[in-house]
Nanobody, 114 residues
Framework: QVQLVESGGGLVQAGGSLRLSCAASGSIFSINAMGWYRQAPGNQRELVARITSGGSTDYAGSVKGRFTISRDNAKNTVYLQMNSLKPEDTTVYYC????????WGQGTQVTVSS
């Protein structure tokens, strides 16, 4: 059984920072690239950052230079450091494999006030 538990969201002013964490159980973490996704109401879920099992990263253009994804293989945890946050970053953030598995966590809400 795969479990993905996201945490670290909250309310922050524009320009502020948050660090999201995702604890993964099961084999999903060790054999897959992992990513952070977000889905605003009425929009499709989008992949904003990806990290391979070897540590290579890439980012959506909208977050490049502001967000940093990392992973701790010993803890089966993936992180998303979000700096210079903007109101348009407001939404629920999820982690999953890339491409995504059928298992989704509850997500963590990020709200950026202007």
């Amino acid at each position: 059984q795969v479990q993905l538990v996201e945490s670290g969201g909250g309310l922050v002013q524009a320009g502020g920072s948050l660090r999201l964490s995702c604890a993964a159980s099961g084999s999903i973490f060790s054999i897959n690239a992992m990513g952070w996704y977000r889905q605003a109401p009425g929009n499709q879920r989008e992949l904003v950052a990806r990290i391979t099992s070897g540590g290579s990263t890439d980012y959506a253009g909208s977050v490049k230079g502001r967000f940093t994804i990392s992973r701790d293989n010993a803890k089966n945890t993936v992180y998303l450091q979000m700096n210079s946050l903007k109101p348009e970053d407001t939404t629920v953030y999820y982690c999953n494999a890339v491409p995504p598995s059928k298992y989704w966590g509850q997500g963590t809400q990020v709200t950026v006030s202007s």
